[in-house]
């Protein structure tokens, strides 16, 4: 089967779905660690350092070689579990999950199985509408990453029509937390939502942690996205007593956007397969973010495939239980709490509050007032220009290339009155065209209002004397005539000009007695 054909399977309409159908997620978040070197060794973590630069053998599974537990890891991963409502194991054990694959040189991971360090955990998340779904926490474990395989040759950077592939094995070994939903249910219409919102309040919460960089751009933090249907209950009440549907699992789904289009694509791809009365099959796949759908990718193999089993090169973790509440006096503020003191310190309503979380703004604009900015400045850029921006690139707005630092510098500009807003928007332009900070970029654009009185002046009294009549009119008392003046003056000053500053003067010149 090629791509193509793959690529334009039937969907149905999303209403549709949910007149006959009840959607269940499950949602798999890896977290990359922010620990200064690996899992099981002393190999640095840095991110985008020559490729195969930091390994060493145990991190390249050569033979003899044995681990040792990162305890920076655990500490990590017990705080994450606290975080996250969970309870901490007494003792938990390492495992083995066999499989091939280029990337990972021992042949196996080394990840947990049916012993997790946190389990049976929950968080609550905040929707749209101001409402709050609870999203159980099964499990959170820890493991190692892969290494990465880049396809060199194909047109779609994936195996299947590549010339050949290299292995960076940099990435192999770095410490890794698995978070585990129960599965989702009833969420109904907006399971869509409730993914996005839950990824976005998870990598809030990781990022006040501070354990991970949580950069879902360079796959610090990736989500998978477990979607099944079944059919829609006559009584509501009943719905849970209906068996799951045939799950697949979206891979790699690496941004909030992304995620809340896998579960809404997914969701009208189930529906057309099971509207035909074929079956899903069990499967991971791929998701393409250019073309907003799925492709197959594996049948997924059963847990049983993998052969775990524990790992003997590793004596269990046993954290004390002072260790544990030494770490949870460490917690960060609770996120509900600290989103109220956020709204309450930028004086903004619940409604721009809510459109502020929605658009996963909010760690954005409190890094932007640390570094300097209004908060009302702050949200007019984020929520305004750079949100249209990123929309129409579909990217979120972490991701944009403009920085929380840089939203500060441009606020200063416009406070200060160098810059007005169109020429903040130029100025935008620059920045997002790699042209440097907001400053660098007015500055070499020559970017700047006049400021100095005597052209302005000068131009104010160029445009009466070319309008008389309409200047009459503002003599006469009629003074939303001077906005024809006002639009002149823009004109005349190319765009340089104060436009409070012209109505001034325009003002003072027709109406002072
Ligand atoms: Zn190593
Ligand atoms: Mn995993």
Not at 47 to 61: D, H, R
């Amino acid at each position: 089967m090629s791509t193509d054909s793959r690529a334009t399977e039937p969907v149905v309409d999303y209403d549709e779905v949910l007149k006959k159908y009840d959607p269940v997620m499950g949602l798999e978040v890896h977290v990359e660690l922010n620990t200064a070197t690996k899992m099981f060794c002393g190999c640095a973590t840095g991110f985008g350092a020559e490729p195969n630069t930091q390994v060493c053998p145990v991190c390249l599974g050569l033979p003899g070689a044995l681990p040792v537990v990162n305890a920076a890891a655990v500490d990590s991963a017990i705080r994450i579990g606290l975080a996250l409502n969970c309870e901490i194991a007494q003792w938990c054990r390492f495992a083995r999950k066999n499989y091939f694959y280029p990337d990972m040189p021992k042949n196996f991971q080394t990840s947990q199985y049916d012993e997790p360090i946190d389990f049976n955990g929950y968080l609550d998340v905040e929707l749209a509408d101001g409402s709050t779904f609870r999203v159980e926490i099964e499990r959170a474990h820890m493991e190692e990453d892969t290494g990465k395989s880049l396809h060199i040759g194909g047109a779609t950077g994936r195996i299947h029509g590549a010339d050949h592939s290299l292995v960076d094995y940099n990435r192999a070994g770095i410490p890794l937390v698995e978070i585990v939903t129960r599965p989702i249910v009833g969420a109904g219409a907006r399971a869509p939502e409730v993914a996005k919102a839950y990824v976005a309040a998870l990598r809030d919460l990781l990022k006040a942690l501070k354990v991970s960089d949580v950069r879902m751009e360079q796959g610090s933090l990736r989500c998978d996205v477990n979607l099944s249907l079944r059919p829609k209950a006559e009584d509501a009440n009943a719905q849970n007593d209906v068996p799951l549907g045939t799950r697949t699992e979206t891979k790699n789904v690496n941004s909030l956007r992304s995620v809340e289009r896998a579960v809404r694509f997914e969701m009208t791809r189930h529906a057309a397969v099971l509207n035909s009365g074929a079956s899903i099959l069990q499967e991971t796949r791929h998701w393409h973010e250019d073309t907003g759908v799925t492709t197959s990718g594996r049948v997924k193999s059963d847990a049983d495939d993998y052969r775990y089993f524990p790992e003997p090169d590793l004596v269990p973790v046993a954290p004390a239980r002072e260790r544990v509440e030494e770490l949870r006096a460490t917690m960060p503020e609770p996120p509900a709490e600290r989103r109220h003191r956020l709204q309450n310190d930028w004086g903004y309503s619940d409604m721009e509050m809510r459109d502020v979380m929605n658009a996963g703004a909010v760690l954005l604009i409190e890094e932007s007032v640390a570094a300097g900015a209004t908060p009302a400045g702050a949200r007019k850029w984020w929520m305004g220009e750079l949100a249209r921006r990123a929309s129409v690139e579909g990217r979120d707005l972490a991701d944009f290339g403009v920085t929380p630092a840089y939203v500060a510098e441009l606020d200063a500009l416009v406070a200060s009155g160098r810059l007005n807003d169109s020429m903040a928007r130029q100025v935008l332009d620059g920045v997002l065209a790699g042209e440097g900070s907001p400053l660098a970029v007015a500055d070499a654009r020559g970017l700047q209002l006049v400021s100095d009185d005597g052209a302005l002046s000068a131009a104010v009294d160029a445009v009466i004397a070319a309008n008389p009549e309409v200047a009459d009119k503002v003599r006469d008392g009629k003074l939303q005539a001077a906005g024809a003046l006002i639009g002149q003056v823009m004109k005349e000053m190319k765009g340089q000009a104060d436009a409070a500053k012209a109505r001034e003067l325009i003002l003072e010149k027709l109406t002072a007695s």
